[in-house]
């Protein structure tokens, strides 16, 4: 008779999965804006939904879904390189009617941040308008833009088309564990204002230059979990912190490669 050992695990109460998470219901949420269409120099105030009892913000995922039109412009007009980050030139975040931050620039700012995002974070931006001159020409629908050699950049129109993103990642909503409104007496909201069009739209005539924003809508992603609500109720109530950065801008200085040999700052303490 020959014999085998039975492995430690093997009892009565043993199971071979176990979960070390919170399983709740995760849904997301895609509503209409309280404008549909904004053009430049146009300010969009967005108020952080309220949710439901017990339902929080997931970190990161509230934004703003739009289409991009180009139409009155030049026909070869096309899209800057991260549009989304390009659209809003000055970004406001008020709490209870404090502001947390007033950015002029801030397209400046967030683009020069993104730069330092890996390339497999930038090949995944898409939605943001990270891509190649080819596929923004394409995407814009511009009257120069090739035909052939690009296969892979048709497909990715056929899937994205005109359909972009800003996405809303003040740290509070992105480094803070989620976020429930429900416990806040009031709103988190966000003024963005647009930028010009010579900022946003590339063209070789700069009298023609032209961009709206169109199909506006609002999106978020949420989590139903009572234990997480009442963990993060716990938190305001005793007294939570929301770090996060404060960047200014002082100036813009304009300087001449090739005619400027030295330029000099004078930094405001």
Not at 99 to 108: K, R
Not at 142 to 157: F, H, I, R, Y
Not at 197 to 219: F, H, M, P, W
Not at 242 to 248: A, E, K, R, S
């Amino acid at each position: 008779m020959s014999g085998t050992e039975a492995p430690d695990t093997l009892l009565p109460t043993y199971t071979s999965k176990t979960s070390h998470a919170i399983k709740a219901p995760r849904a997301v949420k895609r509503i209409t804006f309280d404008r549909t269409e904004a053009s430049p120099g146009e300010t969009l105030y967005v108020h952080v939904p309220k949710l439901n009892q017990d339902e929080v913000l997931v970190p990161g995922t509230l934004g703003l879904r739009f289409d991009i039109d180009l139409t009155g412009g030049h026909a070869n007009n096309f899209l800057v390189q991260n549009v989304s980050r390009a659209l809003v030139s000055k970004m406001v975040v008020k709490f209870a009617g404090t502001i947390l931050q007033d950015t002029h620039g801030y397209d400046l700012f967030k683009i020069y941040e993104d730069l330092f995002l890996s390339q497999e974070q930038r090949d995944d931006m898409i939605l943001e308008g990270i891509q190649s001159e080819n596929l923004c020409k394409i995407r814009s629908n511009a009257g120069d833009k090739p035909t052939s050699g690009v296969a892979a950049e048709t497909k990715l129109n056929e899937n994205f088309g005109t359909k972009y993103y800003i996405w809303l990642d003040h740290q509070i909503l992105t480094d803070h564990g989620v976020f429930y409104p429900q416990a806040l007496y009031n709103d988190l909201v966000f003024e963005l204002t647009l930028a010009g069009a010579n900022q946003v739209v590339k063209g070789s005539d700069t009298t023609k230059l032209k961009y709206k924003l169109t199909n506006i809508q609002l999106e978020y992603e949420m989590i139903h979990s009572k234990l997480l609500a009442q963990e993060a109720n716990s938190e305001y109530t005793s007294g939570k912190e929301f770090l996060y950065d404060h960047v200014h801008l002082e100036k813009t200085i304009a300087f001449g490669k090739n005619t400027d040999a030295r330029l000099n700052i004078k930094v405001n303490a």
